[in-house]
């Protein structure tokens, strides 16, 4: 199998609190990975120690064969972010505010011209950031992520925040973006219902552990097994969190 992101017993303890506990992940080069959990459940601190912007306490990373601590550099040019709700200059254009961020990363000029493409934002460049939708902030945001076109895209809960319509919006953007230039994506969310319209395979994180990790249809033959409903994914995923969380609460009683 040719994974493109491979983490082993990936850990981030803060004194006495565990965000992320001994998480191996495996991503298909050319997939939609749906990383799921509750919040706090530790998909944040995930996303944030593969963009290196917090350091594992414990196991390590291989992002395109490169190693992690010793190519951080050459990781992080091959990847596109969307951390958290993107902030923008109020008072610059969305294109100007993709120009600045084009110039840091040294990227040619029409690489803002080709990210406003992708998502759809071309007629609407010219407008002041402040004037922008919570929608169209979210496409800026992922167009952000695209300049360039990386080929890994790491976006932390794309959706939130936004109404039904939004939500179909940047999960039809989402799902187009690896046959349209063939990257690979890790979408972090807590409904399972929104992911499964996207990704190709998922983890399910709960209190730092990952507690399942397949295709959907291996969830889906997991559930049978256990007989749970196998039709509405989105109860097996709630039933797999409510049944760790009785079992670690059993542990603490102990």
Do not use: W
């Not at 010219?126 to 929608?135: E, F, Q």
């Amino acid at each position: 199998m040719d994974y493109i992101i491979t983490t082993e017993q990936l850990t981030k303890k803060y004194k006495n609190f565990t965000s992320v506990n001994n998480v191996s992940l495996h991503v298909r080069r050319g997939s939609i990975y749906g990383f799921l959990g509750p919040n706090g459940a530790g998909k944040s601190t995930t996303m944030k120690m593969l963009l290196g912007l917090t350091a594992p306490t414990k196991g390590g990373f291989v992002i395109d064969g490169k190693q992690f601590p010793r190519d951080r550099l050459a990781i992080l040019r091959e990847i596109g972010s969307f951390i958290e709700s993107p902030s923008f200059y109020a008072n610059l254009t969305g294109r100007e505010n993709l120009d600045l961020i084009r110039r840091i990363l040294n990227l040619p000029p029409n690489a803002v011209e080709d990210a406003l493409e992708l998502v759809g934002l071309s007629e609407f460049g010219g407008r002041l950031a402040k004037k922008y939708s919570l929608g169209m902030k979210q496409r800026l945001g992922l167009a952000g992520a695209l300049l360039g076109r990386p080929p890994i895209l790491i976006l932390d809960e794309p959706t939130n925040g936004l109404d039904p319509a939004g939500i179909h919006e940047i999960r039809n953007l989402v799902r187009s973006l690896p046959d349209r230039y063939d990257c690979t994506i890790l979408i972090s969310s807590h409904m399972l219902s929104e992911i499964e319209l996207v990704a190709d395979d998922i983890g399910i994180l709960n209190h730092g552990r990952l507690l399942f990790e397949g295709s959907l249809d291996e969830l889906r033959r997991s559930a049978q097994k256990a007989g749970m409903d196998a039709d509405h994914l989105e109860d097996v995923f709630l039933s797999l969190v409510e049944q760790d969380n009785a079992a670690r609460k059993q542990g603490a009683e102990l």
